[in-house]
């Protein structure tokens, strides 16, 4: 059997108003076997119906700086930055 990479021939196709039918069966049956169903209007291939990628869950990003930094001196006193403004009453 010829396989090119665009376009896999074993695949199954099925008519689009057969796929608005029965969609969420079509979703589940992909998700369970693992192989992409080809939907197809007049004839001509629309769109393919691929399982999505095993994807990593991200850990959360709270804490994710932790023991990356080092406090020096005083982090809750003035800075200083306004001695030099002049406040009139």
Known sequence: MVQLLWYNLDMKEIPATKFKATCLAVLAEVERTRKPVRVTRF??????????????????????????????????GPIGAFDNWKVEP
């Open 43 to 76: 004839g001509k291939a629309v769109v393919e119906i691929t399982p999505a990628r095993n994807v990593r869950k991200r850990k959360s990003w709270i804490g994710c700086m932790r023991g990356q930094m080092e406090i020096v001196g005083d982090i809750v």
